[in-house]
């Protein structure tokens, strides 16, 4: 089991896609955590993470806000140094998220949500909120 480390956002305010109608409690996220490709490239990694990817992925039909932390060591959390310093919540809204999931995956292939060398992923997930399902919590793991 990873021992639990804390989350501080980064300077840029939660995102809510313009095509979401407002704030309200997802019925599931993507949990995406990453790092620059390389420790020399970081403001650019966080420059295209903020004003190129984040837009895109919030085209995305389904996706409907996003938030970005950086993993911190506080008090009795300490972060593992190999592991991933970013993480991304995207907020999404679909009774099936393998939906928004897939045209996701579309999108990056084809072009419209555009990757770039500047980031390393580490890991990426989905689940449904336990509230909003009746078949429960799933999770989907995407390995990318």
């Not at 998220?97 to 949500?113: F, I, K, Q, S, Y």
Request: proline share 10%; glycine share 6%.
């Amino acid at each position: 089991m990873t021992p639990p480390v804390a989350l501080e956002p980064e300077p840029v305010p939660i995102i809510i896609c313009p095509h979401s109608g407002g704030v309200f409690v997802p019925k599931g996220i993507l949990f995406v955590e990453s790092r620059p490709s390389d420790p020399s490239r970081e403001d650019e990694y966080n420059q295209w993470y903020t004003d190129t990817h984040i837009p895109d992925v919030c085209a995305v039909p389904g996706f409907v806000g996003a938030r970005r932390y950086t993993v911190r060591d506080t008090g009795r959390c300490t972060a593992d140094p190999s592991a991933p310093t970013y993480v991304a919540i995207y907020q999404v809204d679909s009774d099936d998220l393998a939906e928004p999931m897939n045209e996701l995956a579309t999108r990056a292939a084809d072009g419209r949500v555009r990757m770039s060398d500047v980031i390393q992923m580490a890991h990426c997930r989905s689940s449904t909120s336990t509230s909003s399902s009746s078949k429960g919590n799933r999770r989907h793991d995407i390995n990318a």
